[in-house]
């Protein structure tokens, strides 16, 4: 894939906060974050909106980060090939799209989000498109997306635009992890990966966010590093956190119970109206590898797999850090109570649960008091 150069018609970085120090870093661009002096651990404040999922029946629902509120406030849910839909109470309503290639048919929908109009996008990897959907779930029209894309791990919605982390490797050698995407058009990819072994693709999975004025952000997925950069994708900071976020070199898998376990990982990342980032995490919770054992594996390996009377949630927990962007600290952090997947609008997260016969979404609403 050749590296497009087209421009970016966005708001310019000059139109940023002047005094936001967080979007100017050393002359390598980086800035280190520190937990603030008065960081506050007990301002988070939740409350639980939603249960989606039926333990039977055509409600039933299973794991997804691909998740979105509509203007009505009712709650999109990716499930693969379909997306089913629940009113604000959790009642299933219906389910829309089936496994296909004609309309409203889908390969495999990778992000779903609600726009300005009250109609909700849908990028549907599997067939490469953009399915609009209005709120009495009507086609209302098709866009094609890039077909050049394998696999996309995340993605943010840009004004009508999209933002895109997919690993791609341009003619002339380029590893390239960012892409901004509008229509068929590769606008622009960037973000070039500094990642030269055979994890090259591993190591390039980012989780990104968008604000409206076109400012991106790039959170690397096991490490807390967030690139912040311009409307015309200039890079204007990286965001380091003074402390590691895994303390052993994480490779992909399999993992085991003492030099390569279950990673910390960033899960999710946005913006809000106060100038501030928010990062979702998974981390392990003390006394994990109770609730493993080993597993051989083909080939020769050994690695670990989670006991059957075990959940996800015995073995992690949640936590969100709120990033000012003017001072570049960490001003506010919450432990989770259970496994958060995703963001579904401002101030909504996403809860996944493992129930004994049937699996659960959650929305709950995160406000923090006094910051």
Avoid at 3 to 25: D, E, I, M
Avoid at 79 to 108: C, I
Avoid at 297 to 302: A, K, M, N, R
Wanted: glycine content about 8%; some cysteine.
């Amino acid at each position: 894939m050749a590296v497009a150069a087209a421009a970016f018609v966005g708001v310019p970085s000059s139109a940023l906060h002047p005094q936001n120090r967080a979007l100017s870093g050393d002359g390598r661009g980086r800035q280190v974050v520190r937990d603030a002096e008065d960081l506050c651990t007990t301002c988070a404040r939740l409350e639980e909106l939603a249960v989606l999922g039926d333990m039977s029946g055509d409600g039933f629902i299973e794991w997804s980060r691909v998740a979105t509120r509509d203007s009505l406030g009712r709650y999109w849910i990716g499930q693969d090939a379909s997306l089913k839909v629940y009113d604000a109470s959790g009642r299933f309503l219906r389910e829309v799209g089936r496994r296909g290639e004609g309309p409203l048919e889908f390969g495999r929908v990778v992000f779903a989000h609600a726009d300005s109009d009250g109609r909700v996008r849908v990028l549907d990897l599997g067939n490469t498109r953009e399915s609009v959907i209005d709120a009495d779930f009507a086609l209302v029209e098709e866009q094609r997306l890039p077909g050049r894309f394998p696999s996309v791990y995340s993605v943010a919605d840009l004004n009508g635009d999209y933002v895109l982390n997919a690993w791609v490797m341009s003619p002339e050698g380029i590893r390239v992890p960012l892409h901004l995407v509008r229509g068929e058009e590769v606008v622009r990819s960037f973000g070039v990966s500094d990642a030269t072994d055979p994890y090259d693709a591993f190591r390039s999975l980012r989780l990104v966010a968008a604000r409206p004025d076109g400012v991106i952000a790039a959170a690397r997925r096991f490490d807390y590093s967030i690139e912040v950069w311009d409307s015309g994708v200039s890079r204007l900071v990286d965001l380091h956190h003074e402390a590691s976020l895994n303390e052993f070199e994480v490779r992909p898998v399999p993992y085991n119970l003492t030099d390569h376990p279950p990673p910390h990982e960033v899960i999710a990342i946005r913006f809000d109206g106060a100038d501030r980032l928010w990062v979702l995490f998974h981390m392990r919770r003390d006394g994990w590898e109770r609730h493993y054992e080993p597993q051989e594996l083909p080939g020769g390996q050994t690695g670990i797999r989670r006991r059957s009377d075990s959940t996800k949630e015995s073995t992690h927990e949640s936590r969100l850090d709120v990033i000012d962007l003017q001072s570049g600290a960490v001003v506010a952090r919450a432990r989770l109570p259970g496994v958060f997947e995703a963001f579904v609008g401002d101030g909504l997260l996403l809860q996944y649960r493992e129930l004994p016969d049937t699996e659960q979404l959650a929305v709950w609403r995160v406000t923090i008091d006094g910051r």
